[in-house]
């Protein structure tokens, strides 16, 4: 069965900190893709990323990159310079071949407290 | 263009009464999702479906119904409601496996 483990639960850290959210999963299909959405304090969820098994080059968004490695089954996603609108909790989520790729599986959430 | 829609936003009930909550989406998607999340437990997937007039169950399908009549609408219904569906609500369509979420329904069962 398809899995995502998001180990931290919560993270604390001062203005313009670097900050890495760790992502594992688990998966016996050798196509998938993987994905990180942002709910802020407001409760929507905002779509981050969507990255596919195939493409393993780190991906530059801004203050936002992400860090793909399939050998660890890693897809961790880094805030370089963080600021206090990044408190959120960001969930990474893993999606299942068998209804097209459009069922996805998340893991339990980080969230991320940035203090002035 | 209002994406997905939800109502109501806020619900309190009392234990044994029923409710529906609307889920709607003009983008003209086939897939329609309603999760829960609860807190540390992330989002879990109650029923989908995937196309009009079918549905499937999900990881916690137990206590929820769901029907999609029409396209553009993904109704789920709370035969008897029950404290342990405290919870909030969210519905999603996709396209290309990006789902598009709604603003939650906070339920409350007393």
């Known amino acids: 069965a398809q899995k995502v483990t998001q180990a931290q639960t919560e993270i604390s850290v001062v203005e313009k900190e670097d900050v890495t959210l760790d992502c594992v999963y688990e998966?016996?299909?050798?196509?998938?893709?993987l994905f990180w959405y942002k709910q802020p304090p407001s409760g929507e969820l905002v779509f981050l990323i969507r990255?596919?098994?195939?493409?393993?080059q780190n991906e530059i968004s801004g203050r936002y990159s992400w860090n793909f490695q399939k050998s660890t089954s890693s897809f961790n996603f880094t805030i370089t310079a963080s600021q206090v609108v990044d408190s959120a909790v960001y969930f990474c989520?893993?999606?299942?071949?068998?209804?097209?790729?459009?069922?996805?599986?998340f893991g339990t959430g980080t969230r991320l407290l940035v203090s002035p | 263009n209002a994406g997905v829609t939800q109502t109501p936003k806020f619900r309190v009930l009392k234990t044994g009464q029923s409710m529906t909550l609307l889920c709607a989406q003009d983008?003209?998607?086939?897939?329609m999702y309603w999760y829960r999340q609860d807190p540390g437990m992330g989002l879990r997937l109650i029923h989908y479906?995937?196309?009009?007039?079918?549905?499937a169950k999900g990881e916690v399908p137990d206590g929820y119904n769901v029907s999609r009549l029409k396209k553009q609408n993904f109704l789920l219904g709370l035969e008897s409601a029950a404290p342990s569906q405290t919870s909030v609500y969210f519905c999603?369509?996709?396209?290309?496996?990006?789902?598009?979420f709604g603003p939650g329904t906070r339920l409350t069962v007393t």
């Open positions: 999603a369509s996709s396209v290309l496996s990006e789902q598009y």
């Open positions: 983008m003209n998607h086939e897939y």
């Open positions: 990255r596919n098994s195939f493409d393993e």
């Open positions: 479906s995937v196309g009009e007039g079918t549905t």
């Open positions: 998966t016996r299909d050798t196509t998938y893709y």
């Open positions: 989520a893993l999606s299942e071949p068998n209804t097209g790729f459009q069922k996805l599986v």
